[in-house]
């Protein structure tokens, strides 16, 4: 309004008092009206972006096509602009996005994608948008290319920011363009971590005043972000699951050009970029509302977002950012210490309490953030979903109540999963193997073996190979007609082993499986044979 009526460029001051004096005239009318930063969307199907130069041209866009607006129309929303506004090219029609990969230099893999991101971008008003990660080594144009990407939906004068050094820092950034990059990030500390994933959640930060220190207000800031980096290292999955990932590739010498001719390109095509990216998001107005996902991932408009391009466009954005995610969540799983630990102990099937697998895990050296015995079920909660995006399944396993067993875990690694029909079958032929040792404990109990020699003659023969005995007292020899049962039991115990081979498990891992050995060890335990019937001669 204020550069309405003095068609002057507006100082950091006058804004603000400008944006004070609208706000004093909204909350003296009882009417609070939402001052928007270049783009916004009152309805589900309607989009305003301000061009935001002085023609106070604003772009209307429905699922029926976009217009320009003239500013002297009245519009339902109101625009602020900062410092750093830019304008936006007056979008012309008939362009398409291909122009772009002149001067970002994706593979053709990764394009899809960021077309999707860039519809997002631009329909994602006041809900998540996923941040734009740009990772390359030098000579990829991370910066640049960064810069353009978000100039089609948010030019500024400011388009790449260093890293913030705290938390004030990122929300100035973000309360002054709805886009913000930030270059060339080296590492991801944890406060960073959590405060980009405020700012791409739209999360309430309660106690900062952004202008004034004495009125402490509750700052929220959502914006879309973007940041480059040659390596960032591994983010925390909360981060990593917020965002989009795209993956420069160096640029050959002899096709590199100046950015004097880059951006004279550029400003060629510029304007028709953005009109060819307005196309997509009518499109996708267009589809929105027919889309409904089955399986939402962690951030859900996003991906009804793709789901609608893909419909009107074919293409296969949704697929990718799925696909995408689980290589993350397996890049997360490869990096973490406790994740690691998990991957690099537990090889197969396991089944244990949060203290058992305390017991288990190797403790690094550097175990600052290492759970306790305590704390194990719940970390194990906290990254199971990682786990499970890795392949793994996992199942907590709830006692009964009325006991006192603490709950248990059930671990299974990618790829080594066993079935529970499998696990059934093979424990099933393991009690027949049992009963097999029983049935001939039993024959050489009642066939001159002593107490003491019995369950070797047993275990032997049931293993298909007979012992000679040498102990004392000991008459049993071998009878004719046990070389029948001899047969079955070389048979069954065969079985056992294949089963177990196609499992890729041993004997002694299969108690860990099935949880308690159906079967204490053989005239070991308290749990010994039943005595014969018949009393040896
Ligand atoms: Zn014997």
Request: hydrophobic share 40%; glycine share 6%; with cysteine.
């Amino acid at each position: 309004m204020y550069r309405r009526r003095t068609a002057r460029t507006a100082s950091q001051n006058a804004l603000t008092e400008a944006m004070s004096a609208l706000e004093y005239e909204a909350e003296e009318s009882f009417e609070p009206i939402k001052l928007h930063l270049r783009t916004a969307r009152p309805s589900d199907d309607e989009i305003f972006i301000d061009i935001g130069d002085r023609s106070e041209q604003v772009i209307r866009v429905t699922a029926a096509g976009w217009e320009i607006l003239d500013g002297d129309d009245d519009l339902p929303v109101l625009f602020r602009r900062t410092a750093v506004t830019a304008p936006l090219p007056v979008p012309a029609r008939g362009g398409n996005l291909d122009a772009l990969w002149e001067f970002v230099n994706l593979p053709a893999s990764d394009r899809g994608l960021i077309i999707g991101w860039l519809v997002a971008a631009t329909i994602l008003v006041g809900l998540p948008c996923p941040a734009l990660a740009l990772l390359g080594e030098q000579g990829t144009a991370k910066t640049s290319s960064a810069r353009r990407l978000f100039s089609l939906f948010d030019p500024t004068t400011a388009p790449v920011r260093r890293p913030p050094n705290d938390a004030d820092r990122l929300l100035h950034a973000g309360a002054h363009s709805r886009g913000v990059v930030f270059d060339n990030m080296s590492s991801m500390p944890r406060w960073l971590s959590d405060g980009l994933c405020r700012f791409v959640t739209g999360e309430a930060d309660v106690d900062r005043a952004l202008y004034t220190d004495d009125d402490v207000r509750i700052m929220q800031v959502q914006g879309v972000l973007g940041f480059t980096s040659i390596d960032i290292g591994v983010l925390n999955g909360d981060l990593a699951e917020r965002c989009v990932w795209g993956d420069l590739e160096v640029i050959p010498a002899d096709r590199r050009r100046s950015e004097r001719e880059l951006n004279s390109a550029w400003n060629a095509s510029y304007a028709s970029m953005v009109g060819a990216l307005l196309d997509l998001v009518v499109l996708t107005l267009q589809q929105l509302p027919v889309v409904k996902l089955g399986n939402k991932p962690r951030m859900a408009d996003f991906a009804e977002i793709l789901a609608a391009l893909d419909h009107a466009t074919g293409s296969d954005t949704l697929s990718r950012y799925r696909r995408a995610q689980d290589s993350v969540a397996e890049d997360i799983v490869s990096t973490d210490q406790f994740l690691v630990a998990i991957t690099e102990t537990i090889k197969r099937r396991w089944t244990g309490t949060g203290k058992a697998l305390h017991e288990l895990l190797r403790r690094p050296s550097d175990d600052r953030y290492w759970p306790e015995p305590r704390g194990m079920s719940g970390k194990l909660r906290r990254v199971a979903p990682d786990l499970r995006k890795a392949g793994w399944q996992i199942d907590e396993i709830k006692p009964d109540p009325t006991t006192k067993r603490s709950k248990t875990w059930v671990l299974v690694p990618p790829d080594s999963a066993i079935s529970d029909a499998d696990l059934a079958s093979v424990k099933l032929t393991r009690e027949f193997v049992a009963e097999d040792v029983r049935a001939w404990i039993a024959r050489f109990m009642a066939n001159g073996a002593t107490a003491s020699c019995a369950t070797d003659h047993g275990s032997a023969a049931s293993s298909g190979f007979p012992i000679t005995c040498r102990t004392p007292g000991c008459t049993a020899g071998w009878r004719s007609e046990w070389d029948t049962p001899l047969q079955r039991s070389r048979a069954l115990t065969s079985r056992l082993a294949d089963e177990l081979t196609a499992l890729g498990i041993s004997v002694a891992d299969l108690d860990q499986y099935v949880g308690s050995d159906p079967f204490a060890p053989p005239g070991r335990g308290e749990e010994t044979v039943a005595p014969p019937k018949t009393e040896p001669r």
